[in-house]
């Protein structure tokens, strides 16, 4: 390109008609082509003589920005911990500037990230997009290396939101402010390396890296028994993450003297079935703890029940949706044998957690112990979605991921706004929150409604989805279908239950009303603003889910189509 530029650089004249070749041959937009044509044109004028390096040197920083060799993923990853780092230069006291300063980071992390999938992501190329490979560690051969494809752009935008809404949520926090606001930037940086690796160590070195800033936010901004939270979470966790390790360096190392670290490399590589078996099945179990999936799910209440509100977003509309990517980008795509033959207990795993968790939620009497084992029974459609071995089961498993993580994380918003207002946090201790608090109680009520599948919100499209892909599954008799379809069906008649029986306990009734000088403040406009914020996306995507299906049903096919037609 730069040799058929640089041969018409010895006049004005000849400068644009260089221009106009370069446009022809990239070409440009209608920003692009103007600013080009002004740009020689304005040399020609000017001065004729004008030095040739400066117009080769613009042509190469246009190329670099909107060409895919820029590294945006690199900058996307490392931008919030590098930016959060500077907080500790901020003065200690007054934490305006601090909150200030890290939304800023989160939006401009957030619109850089939609700037670069909107201009440089094609939804309907189902290979890895923006792919950057840096060598890491000469010794060792490890590389840094990113991409991003149908499967992970959802988790990763979905990242930036939220975790921006979570920052605006944590407004009130006050002690500790420059640190808790560091460790809520670096969570980011973390999920989001982690949607986007592309090496298998790479992998499991933001599976960790992101522990680290939850486990802190939980014991030091958590309730009366953080520690205790704390303590269960990293163990239940790091439990997990020894699988993990042990899976990577079994199948790094496996028919070679040098570790295969590469996902494109590991994905064409094949197993003899029993060890193909124990790689899958050590996988799954730290999958499964972070999904989570009973009976490893006991860690999710009490890390909720105890944890921040704006932690308990990222937790429930981030970190759970970890281990759902983990299944299908390695269980599904590494070993598509040995997911095959359990993909059967995907199916009963998936309805008995539906039923159980629904069941369970019934009998909490804290408030967001009940949201969390809720989270656990919704948890159920996306192990049966990946179960079900089909198109329309894996889309409806991936819209379960993307609405949940809206749901999740606005139901625990509003139980954290409400407790902060009347400091009660068990139900049986609520009632008539509705009168002081009228829009509150609108805005949990239209979220719990999602939350049980009411029509025209994402959730009854991710749930219904997931049922088609049950019933159009080859894979399964029909009885077996039939079985599995009469289980899932109890569990969305408890979902109902719990929720509406929680509303019942905390907003009718006069009990609170009652209580002698009595006075609640009702939601502001930043609680207004944030809900809000999170109810549009729930009802855009119920009304119209092909806004989040266009970026994953490509991959989805091909998934299926290469490893399971094998």
Not at 294 to 304: N, Y
Not at 464 to 488: A, E, Q, R
Not at 507 to 513: L, S, W
Request: hydrophobic residues 50%.
């Amino acid at each position: 390109m730069f040799p058929i530029l640089s041969q018409f650089l010895n006049s004005g004249q000849q400068t644009i008609r260089a221009a106009r070749i370069f446009q022809r041959f990239l070409s440009l937009d209608r920003w692009g082509s103007s600013y080009f044509n002004g740009l020689y044109k304005s040399f020609y004028f000017t001065n004729q003589y004008y030095p040739r390096y400066v117009l080769v040197f613009l042509d190469q920083v246009y190329l670099v920005f909107t060409t895919n060799h820029f590294p945006w993923l690199t900058i996307i990853v490392v931008l919030p911990i590098f930016m959060g780092s500077l907080i500790f230069f901020f003065p200690h006291r007054g934490n305006r500037s601090t909150r200030w300063y890290t939304i800023s980071i989160s939006i401009l992390e957030l619109l850089l990230t939609t700037y670069a999938f909107c201009y440089h992501f094609e939804s309907d190329d189902p290979l890895i997009q923006l792919i950057e490979d840096y060598k890491w560690i000469n010794s060792f051969d490890f590389h840094w290396r990113l991409g991003i494809d149908g499967l992970s752009i959802g988790p990763i935008l979905l990242t930036g939101f939220i975790t921006t809404l979570a920052i605006l949520a944590a407004w009130p926090v006050t002690r500790d402010s420059r640190l808790f606001h560091f460790l809520m930037l670096a969570m980011y940086s973390g999920q989001i390396g982690l949607f986007s690796s592309r090496d298998l160590l790479l992998f499991f070195l933001m599976w960790e890296f992101e522990l680290i800033p939850v486990y802190l936010l939980l014991s030091m901004w958590g309730g009366k028994k953080r520690l205790y939270s704390a303590t269960k979470f990293i163990l239940y966790t790091a439990g997990g993450s020894v699988f993990l390790l042990m899976g990577v360096l079994g199948i790094s190392l496996y028919g070679s003297a040098e570790p295969t670290l590469n996902f494109e490399t590991l994905d064409n590589q094949i197993y003899p079935v029993v060890l193909e078996i124990i790689f899958y099945i050590g996988f799954f179990i730290s999958f499964a703890v972070k999904l989570p999936i009973i009976p490893l799910h006991t860690w999710l209440p009490d890390t909720h029940g105890e944890a921040h509100y704006s932690t308990c977003m990222l937790l429930a509309g981030i970190l759970l949706k970890m281990g759902a990517y983990g299944l299908v980008r390695i269980n599904m795509e590494l070993f598509p044998h040995a997911h095959s033959i359990f993909s059967p207990w995907f199916m009963i795993i998936g309805a008995l957690q539906i039923i159980y968790a629904a069941s369970t939620s019934i009998g909490q009497q804290n408030l967001k112990k009940r949201i969390a084992y809720s989270s656990v029974s919704h948890m159920g459609f996306i192990i049966i979605g990946i179960g079900s071995i089909t198109d329309m089961g894996l889309n409806g498993a991936f819209l379960q991921i993307i609405s949940h993580g809206f749901i999740g994380a606005a139901l625990f918003f509003l139980a954290g706004t409400i407790y902060d207002r009347i400091r009660l946090v068990y139900l049986d201790e609520m009632g008539g929150i509705a009168i002081p608090m009228p829009k509150t109680f609108t805005m949990f009520s239209s979220f719990s409604m999602a939350s049980l599948a009411l029509p025209g919100m994402s959730g009854f499209v991710a749930e219904l989805i997931v049922f088609f892909g049950l019933i159009t599954s080859p894979k399964y008799l029909l009885m077996t279908k039939f079985l599995i379809t009469f289980v899932m069906s109890i569990g969305m008649l408890l979902t109902p239950i719990y929720l509406l029986s929680m509303l019942r306990q905390m907003f009718y009734g006069y009990k609170i009303v009652n209580i002698a000088n009595s006075y609640f403040f009702d939601s502001g406009p930043r609680e207004l603003f944030l809900s809000i914020s999170i109810f549009l996306p729930i009802l855009g995507i119920g009304m119209y889910p092909d806004f989040v299906l266009s970026l994953s049903v490509e991959k989805m096919e091909v998934i299926l189509s290469n490893s399971f037609s094998r």
